[in-house]
């Protein structure tokens, strides 16, 4: 990990944090911040791929060692917006099985669900690790927008570490109102925006489209991506691209 950041993003998946903060990022790296996203779920599956996990490797079209292939993808995409990465080991939501090598995420319902009990243990794991991360600088985590277990787990792993936290709202999740409105439930909380030029845009862009065996989970090719991004971001600024963090009061 490198020893100096100004600001660190956490990650849940190797593409939450430049699909959701990658205008921001570029924008930052130009200024000459030290930008650090650590991606907390880039860890291989450990023994056999479960009946969902198969079937989504091969909706990306990628082999049983699919996140060596998204790291390079990751690596690629953060070159695009100036950022440094670390990939932590642990297995994502789709890998992980209960000590009966039950899958905890055995289907898309689960998945988007909550939190499974088992995964109480790997909350307190990750909360250490959080909280030996550097503490002078901004931390970013996910706000949990579209409820995905890996987003909650992160995010409730952070609130944990008992350090202050802004949160990014995740694209394309967002784009439901609702979903943002949802994460937000309890307490008062606080909009911040991050207008995009058209060159951290732009970039932003070229950085998702990085990302080629997740695309068709989204959009139907990378013209329909960048409409999107484009659209949404028009929308949070008011007519302005915009980036949307909170920050809880």
């Not at 670390?86 to 209960?98: K, Q, S």
């Not at 090719?221 to 949307?244: C, F, L, Q, S, T």
Request: hydrophobic content about 40%; overall charge neutral; glycine content about 8%.
């Amino acid at each position: 990990m490198p020893e100096v950041a100004d600001q660190i993003y956490l990650s849940p998946h190797l593409d939450d944090v430049v699909l959701s903060c990658g205008g921001r990022i570029a924008l930052q790296a130009r200024a000459g911040k030290r930008v650090l996203v650590v991606t907390v779920f880039a860890g291989r599956p450990e023994g056999a791929l479960s009946p969902f996990a198969l079937a989504l490797h091969q909706r990306w079209r990628l082999p049983r060692d699919a996140p060596a292939v998204r790291r390079a993808e990751d690596r690629a995409a953060r070159a695009r917006i100036g950022a440094a990465a670390t990939h932590w080991d642990l297995p994502e939501a789709i890998y992980r099985r209960a000590p009966d090598g039950t899958p905890l995420y055995a289907d898309e319902t689960s998945l988007w669900g909550g939190l499974h009990p088992a995964d109480g243990p790997l909350v307190e794991t990750l909360a250490c690790r959080i909280a030996d991360l550097p503490d002078n600088v901004p931390l970013y985590v996910p706000l949990g927008a579209g409820n995905h277990a890996d987003h909650r787990l992160v995010r409730r792993a952070a609130e944990a570490a008992g350090r202050p936290l802004f949160y990014y709202e995740e694209c394309p999740y967002a784009e439901d109102p609702q979903a943002v409105e949802v994460a937000l439930t309890g307490g008062e909380w606080e909009p911040r925006l991050t207008f995009l030029d058209e060159q951290s845009l732009a970039a932003k862009i070229a950085a998702v489209a990085c990302y080629r065996s997740q695309l068709n989970t989204f959009w139907a090719d990378e013209e329909a991506m960048a409409e999107r991004i484009r659209a949404y971001a028009r929308r949070v600024g008011g007519g302005r691209p915009a980036e949307r963090r909170w920050r809880r009061l």
